[in-house]
């Protein structure tokens, strides 16, 4: 099956945008510039601004409601786009603000959800360790399809934990609701990272594998 990517792009011309100087004077010397696509000439319009003010820019990248960014810790994350879920997905995956920019005006998004998040992944690591039956998702979209990925983090889990049982769950739709039909104590997502804030049952891939020790997983060290 052939895949195509059409871009969609704002209509505003990158010269009409407000580069709003006192918000470039706030930032550290270093930042990471991430993007929604609608927004590409927005964040170049900006990429310039920032280099014309003696500010680094580290990384300039798109990202979708999935994405997990690789910053290092001290350089300060911006998103250009107006949508809340992309800069709390940031934020939440990589442990830090996220400082929002569109049109002239910025906000700073996360630090209450990260708090929140925190609290939640005790309340589920509980969960994970007391749970017997452990439950894999694998989504089978491009882009989130994490297969190998998921396989090697059964073994670990069984060889840890002889006790449990780690299964595979591969689907292209996932829905949530639908995890009462099994008799599965935990889940793992390897999915969209969204899907953690429909289920109290359900942690991220990475979190597992932060809370494991695994830092390698097809090393299973």
């Not at 798109?62 to 300060?76: H, P, Y």
Request: charged share 25%.
């Amino acid at each position: 099956m052939k895949i195509l990517y059409i871009e969609a792009k704002s209509k505003t011309k990158p010269e009409a945008y407000n580069i709003d100087k006192s918000f470039i004077e706030k930032l550290p010397k270093e930042v990471f510039l991430s993007y929604t696509i609608q927004n590409k000439p927005q964040a170049e319009a900006m990429k310039k601004a920032l280099e014309h003010y003696n500010i680094a820019v580290a990384g300039f990248q798109q990202v979708l409601g999935c994405t997990k960014l690789r910053v290092k810790e001290g350089i300060a994350i911006i998103l250009i786009g107006q949508g809340r879920f992309h800069a709390l997905n940031l934020a939440l995956q990589n442990k830090r603000s996220i400082i929002q920019y569109s049109n002239g005006s910025s906000t700073i998004v996360g630090q209450k959800e990260i708090e929140q998040y925190q609290e939640k992944m005790k309340n589920s690591l509980n969960l994970f360790l007391h749970s017997k039956d452990i439950g894999i998702i694998v989504s089978t979209k491009p882009g989130q399809e994490q297969f190998k990925k998921s396989q090697q983090l059964k073994k670990i889990i069984e060889k840890k934990y002889p006790e449990k049982r780690a299964i595979l769950f591969i689907s292209n739709n996932i829905n949530v609701h639908e995890f009462e039909n099994f008799s599965i104590n935990f889940w793992i997502n390897s999915a969209c990272p969204g899907l953690i804030n429909d289920s109290p049952k359900l942690l991220n891939i990475d979190d597992i594998l932060e809370f494991l020790g695994v830092k390698n997983i097809y090393s299973g060290k």
